[in-house]
């Protein structure tokens, strides 16, 4: 689907659904990785991510599609358009919009991820892509003491081996 494609759907879905025209711009933002899509509060534009079409089919998207239109017409009518908000919740209920997008498989959630702690007492784990004083931070959940189980050198092995 392309862009103009997409601006054509929406503005469909906009006039079905919410009985209102859509007069702003939507676009796909390949860089979207964790949400469906997302609604520009100043500029009115809404960006979507392709891969929830590709991974979940027409239907899931339109559900995406009404969320993010839930956003925009509740922001220019002066309703609440936040998540939170009583209105935004009883119009996504009324038009059929998802709550929440599906997780793309086989996406990355951890990447550069290079230490590894564990808390003492409880034995929760931490990843973090940078080092912390663990002299200094404590256990989140229960307070207690941190330990560095595992530093990942992938990263710094390529370093040396660029260099050598």
């Known amino acids: 689907m392309t862009d103009e494609e997409l601006q054509k759907l929406v503005e469909e879905i906009s006039l079905e659904s919410f009985h209102r025209p859509f007069c702003h711009e939507v676009v796909f933002n390949s860089r979207l990785r964790t949400t469906g899509g997302r609604y520009l509060l100043t500029s009115h534009r809404?960006?979507?991510?392709?891969?929830?079409?590709?991974?979940?089919?027409?239907?899931?998207?339109?559900?995406?599609?009404?969320?993010?239109?839930?956003?925009?017409?509740?922001h220019l009518l002066g309703g609440g358009y936040r998540h939170r908000d009583a209105d935004f919740r009883a119009l996504l209920a009324k038009v059929g919009g998802s709550r929440f997008c599906s997780r793309i498989p086989n996406m990355r959630t951890c990447s550069g991820v290079r230490y590894l702690y564990h808390c003492t007492s409880c034995g929760l784990a931490f990843m973090r892509k940078r080092k912390?004083?663990?002299?200094?931070y404590v256990c989140g959940s229960?307070?207690?003491?941190?330990?560095?189980?595992?530093k990942n050198r992938v990263e710094e092995s390529k370093k040396d081996r660029k260099k050598g």
């Open 142 to 150: 229960c307070g207690g003491s941190l330990q560095l189980l595992s």
């Open 46 to 74: 809404i960006e979507f991510n392709q891969r929830q079409l590709q991974y979940f089919g027409r239907e899931a998207f339109i559900r995406i599609i009404k969320h993010e239109l839930c956003h925009y017409h509740l």
């Open 132 to 136: 912390i004083d663990v002299r200094r």
